[in-house]
């Protein structure tokens, strides 16, 4: 395939599983590289097995295949032949991608987003305080505050008053609301370097670890090349790059546009790109410039990045380039935005996205 540069690949085998969850393992990758297809998959597959000899004759690609369709990870053949992926699969992809990128994350409770206040929230803290106008019954911490009603007034003369209950305290959990732009633009398949499946694992990555670590917040997934529109997060396995241009602008209007229609006060945009904006539409038509930074083009971008800062939603750019110019721009924009800013490897772009996805936790309720 045009875009992928392929380099001697020796699968691991863990030895507690079972052959299909070893090849299970080696296909989910695989899955994502096709971009969801399936028969290309199970083909390199095949050569793999030949070349590394991953199965023997007890266990072949046959059976797993088998397996596949019999555990439901895949549908049968259809009429032109075609094998598709089932939501059990993708599911699966989603959560190998959490393990393979955030693996070493520390388990915790739901909606785990810390503050400077304190009240009625969703988790029971250790602490204690007096009882205030407002607290809920529930909040009062019964032995305590008896406790306190035997030492204040005695056992002869027992009553209960306002002054000896006692709270137990409560923390917030604030909510977030996160766009993940991804750039799809030609470029990032050049030069022999797939950039672009690094960035659907740690989008599948950062959604699955938002759904089950923090349901309370939303992640909505952008993709933008001549122009911008919202996938599905079962759509990111499918996604594939386009002979797009880079529209960054359209990108951030509709992150913004769906960043209003949350009610909730935190909110963030994340971006991962490899290019320079080189595209607006002006009209019915595109205005294009790839030679460069072009000022009418920049200017609109640096504008949206200004209006995000006053909106409070800040921008966090994934550069996955080091070219000096593209550099440049990148510390524009983020200093107009009041934002960060990475020059990622593709190897470290799922731990810094997690790392700020904690820190832009922000404080305001």
């Known amino acids: 395939m045009i875009g992928h540069r392929f380099t001697e690949y020796i699968p691991e085998k863990n030895p507690e599983k079972s052959a299909f969850e070893n090849l299970l393992n080696i296909f989910l990758q695989l899955v994502v590289i096709t971009s969801?297809?399936?028969?290309?998959?199970?083909?390199?597959?095949?050569?793999?097995?030949?070349?590394?000899?991953?199965?023997?004759?007890?266990?072949?690609?046959?059976?797993?295949?088998?397996?596949?369709?019999?555990?439901?990870?895949?549908?049968?053949?259809?009429?032109?032949?075609?094998?598709h992926l089932t939501a059990k699969s993708e599911q699966e992809i989603r959560k190998s991608a959490l393990e393979e990128?955030?693996?070493?994350?520390?388990?915790?409770?739901?909606?785990?987003?810390?503050?400077?206040?304190?009240?009625?929230?969703?988790?029971?803290?250790t602490d204690f305080r007096e009882f205030e106008f407002g607290d809920s019954?529930?909040?009062?911490?019964?032995?305590?505050?008896?406790?306190n009603a035997q030492i204040n007034h005695g056992m002869e003369n027992f009553m209960?008053?306002?002054?000896?209950?006692?709270?137990?305290?409560r923390h917030f959990k604030t909510q977030t609301s996160t766009v993940l732009m991804i750039d799809i633009s030609h470029s990032m398949i050049l030069y022999g370097e797939d950039r672009i499946t690094p960035?659907?694992?740690?989008?599948?990555?950062?959604?699955?670890?938002?759904?089950?670590?923090?349901?309370?917040?939303?992640?909505?997934?952008i993709v933008f090349g001549n122009d911008a529109w919202q996938i599905e997060i079962k759509d990111l396995p499918y996604l594939?790059?386009?002979?797009?241009?880079?529209?960054?602008?359209?990108?951030?209007?509709?992150?913004?546009?769906?960043?209003?229609?949350?009610?909730?006060?935190?909110?963030?945009?994340?971006?991962?790109?490899?290019?320079?904006?080189?595209?607006?539409?002006?009209?019915?038509?595109?205005?294009?410039?790839s030679f460069g930074l072009d000022p009418k083009i920049l200017n609109k971008t640096l504008n949206l990045s200004a209006q995000c800062r006053r909106l409070n939603i800040p921008i966090t750019t994934f550069m996955i380039a080091s070219d000096p110019y593209l550099k440049e721009f990148v510390r524009e924009f983020t200093k107009v935005n009041s934002g960060?800013?990475?020059?990622?490897?593709?190897?470290?772009?799922?731990?810094l996205i997690f790392e700020d996805y904690r820190r832009n936790r922000r404080k305001n309720l």
């Open 240 to 289: 594939q790059v386009g002979p797009y241009h880079t529209n960054t602008i359209a990108g951030l209007e509709l992150a913004m546009d769906i960043l209003r229609r949350r009610k909730n006060k935190n909110k963030q945009i994340f971006m991962i790109t490899d290019g320079k904006p080189t595209c607006m539409k002006v009209g019915i038509r595109y205005y294009k410039n």
């Open 36 to 83: 969801g297809d399936v028969n290309e998959a199970l083909s390199w597959l095949t050569n793999l097995d030949r070349q590394y000899n991953m199965t023997n004759e007890s266990y072949g690609i046959g059976d797993f295949i088998a397996d596949l369709k019999s555990k439901g990870y895949i549908t049968g053949e259809n009429e032109k032949g075609e094998i």
């Open 160 to 169: 209960l008053t306002e002054n000896d209950l006692e709270i137990r305290d």
């Open 101 to 125: 990128i955030f693996g070493k994350l520390r388990k915790s409770g739901k909606g785990d987003h810390r503050s400077h206040h304190s009240g009625q929230g969703d988790e029971i803290s």
């Open 199 to 221: 960035a659907k694992k740690v989008a599948m990555a950062l959604a699955e670890l938002v759904i089950k670590k923090y349901p309370k917040d939303t992640l909505d997934v």
């Open 137 to 147: 019954p529930e909040q009062i911490a019964l032995t305590e505050s008896l406790r």
């Open 340 to 351: 960060n800013a990475y020059y990622s490897s593709l190897k470290g772009l799922g731990d």
